[in-house]
């Protein structure tokens, strides 16, 4: 009726895909964190001495 093998390569494909999701998520916290970077040191490069980020006051 049914093969035992298509549940395995239902797994593979769930497996495949989380791996995926969690490689774009790395991705997008490594951009983010790179791009807040590279603002802090073209800020510095200028020669401004208050670069830090403020933060509102909640």
């Given at each position: 009726?049914?093969?035992p093998e298509e549940g395995g390569?239902?797994?593979g494909a769930i497996?495949?895909?989380l791996i995926a999701a969690?490689?774009?998520?790395a991705g997008?916290?490594?951009a983010h964190d790179l791009t807040a970077?590279?603002?802090?040191?073209?800020c510095l490069m200028s020669g401004r001495t208050n670069c830090?980020?403020?933060?509102?006051?909640q």
């Open positions: 009726m049914t093969d390569s239902r797994r497996a495949g895909l969690v490689m774009l998520a997008l916290w490594l970077a590279s603002k802090m040191q073209d830090n980020v403020i933060q509102p006051a």
